[in-house]
């Protein structure tokens, strides 16, 4: 399943709908000097500006206090120029993260994270949604495999992907299971997935023997090594899968492709070409 050449399509689409919408703007905020997030800001910012997004870069250092993250985010909350903020997570550890979420304007939130915003996703009332659920989405519609009726298996219960991914799952009429770190005999759930995601950073975590036969298998984890990028699913996999998302060149152009589609949502509710329910 070929993340990049979906996601470059869409980014085409995206330039044409800014070129004609006018002005977007998106701030991203990064708090310390994690290596792998600086990577992920530097493809936003290059993403954004391809299509024509103007990308405000805030860093602040590893040891700054929560109250000074809270004033940064409060502080492009009010400013009218700015139309979707997006905070790079992991923060460091003296920063409560879900607080964080929860200061942002949540018509800002491209990352769907709020409160708010999570709680439209639960009641099927979708507002902004965190970007790679909603990558691994289109890939299944890309690809035009059957989610009505499917069994799913989504093993990660994380607030960015597991969570926000069952629940499009659900949404869209398949019979979930999320698994997780306490789940026994993982490969018991796995075996009966149709469609099975594997979003929990652990290298190698999916084998063959785990997966049922012509099944499409999503592979969400990124685990760096001294050999390159890797995900969650042994690469034997591939003999037993029906379709199967590389790592790299899968999942990850389309998280980045649709963070720019929740960029210019954002700026479109606020001009109020799109109606933002009343919070």
């Given at each position: 399943m070929d993340g990049r050449a979906l996601a470059a399509r869409i980014?085409?689409?995206?330039?044409?709908?800014?070129?004609?919408f006018g002005d977007v703007r998106l701030a991203t905020v990064l708090v310390g000097d994690d290596p792998a997030s600086q990577i992920y800001i530097r493809l936003k910012h290059k993403a954004a500006e391809e299509v024509?997004?103007?990308?405000l870069d805030k860093r602040l250092p590893q040891e700054t206090p929560e109250e000074e993250v809270l004033g940064l985010v409060e502080e492009l909350n009010d400013d009218d120029s700015v139309d979707g903020v997006l905070v790079q997570t992991p923060l460091p550890p003296q920063i409560d993260e879900p607080r964080v979420m929860r200061t942002l304007d949540p018509m800002k939130d491209v990352d769907g994270l709020h409160p708010f915003n999570a709680g439209q996703l639960f009641f099927g009332q979708q507002t902004l949604v965190a970007a790679t659920p909603v990558g691994v989405m289109r890939l299944l519609a890309e690809y035009k495999i059957p989610v009505t009726g499917a069994r799913a298996v989504v093993v990660g219960r994380s607030l960015i992907v597991g969570r926000p991914l069952s629940m499009l799952l659900l949404?869209?009429?398949a019979t979930v299971t999320i698994c997780h770190s306490r789940t026994k005999d993982l490969a018991r759930h796995t075996l009966d997935a149709d469609i099975l995601v594997a979003a929990v950073g652990s290298l190698g975590l999916i084998t063959a023997d785990m997966v049922k036969t012509g099944a499409a298998v999503i592979d969400v984890g990124m685990n760096r090594t001294e050999d390159?990028?890797?995900g969650d699913v042994d690469p034997g996999v591939a003999d037993a899968a029906g379709?199967?998302?590389p790592?790299?060149?899968?999942v990850g152009p389309m998280t980045i492709a649709c963070m720019l589609e929740n960029a210019?949502?954002?700026?479109?509710y606020?001009?109020?070409?799109?109606a933002f329910p009343r919070i």
């Amino acid at each position: 399943m070929d993340g990049r050449a979906l996601a470059a399509r869409i980014r085409e689409e995206l330039k044409a709908e800014i070129a004609g919408f006018g002005d977007v703007r998106l701030a991203t905020v990064l708090v310390g000097d994690d290596p792998a997030s600086q990577i992920y800001i530097r493809l936003k910012h290059k993403a954004a500006e391809e299509v024509g997004i103007q990308a405000l870069d805030k860093r602040l250092p590893q040891e700054t206090p929560e109250e000074e993250v809270l004033g940064l985010v409060e502080e492009l909350n009010d400013d009218d120029s700015v139309d979707g903020v997006l905070v790079q997570t992991p923060l460091p550890p003296q920063i409560d993260e879900p607080r964080v979420m929860r200061t942002l304007d949540p018509m800002k939130d491209v990352d769907g994270l709020h409160p708010f915003n999570a709680g439209q996703l639960f009641f099927g009332q979708q507002t902004l949604v965190a970007a790679t659920p909603v990558g691994v989405m289109r890939l299944l519609a890309e690809y035009k495999i059957p989610v009505t009726g499917a069994r799913a298996v989504v093993v990660g219960r994380s607030l960015i992907v597991g969570r926000p991914l069952s629940m499009l799952l659900l949404h869209a009429n398949a019979t979930v299971t999320i698994c997780h770190s306490r789940t026994k005999d993982l490969a018991r759930h796995t075996l009966d997935a149709d469609i099975l995601v594997a979003a929990v950073g652990s290298l190698g975590l999916i084998t063959a023997d785990m997966v049922k036969t012509g099944a499409a298998v999503i592979d969400v984890g990124m685990n760096r090594t001294e050999d390159g990028l890797f995900g969650d699913v042994d690469p034997g996999v591939a003999d037993a899968a029906g379709f199967l998302t590389p790592v790299p060149g899968g999942v990850g152009p389309m998280t980045i492709a649709c963070m720019l589609e929740n960029a210019l949502k954002a700026a479109r509710y606020r001009s109020g070409a799109l109606a933002f329910p009343r919070i």
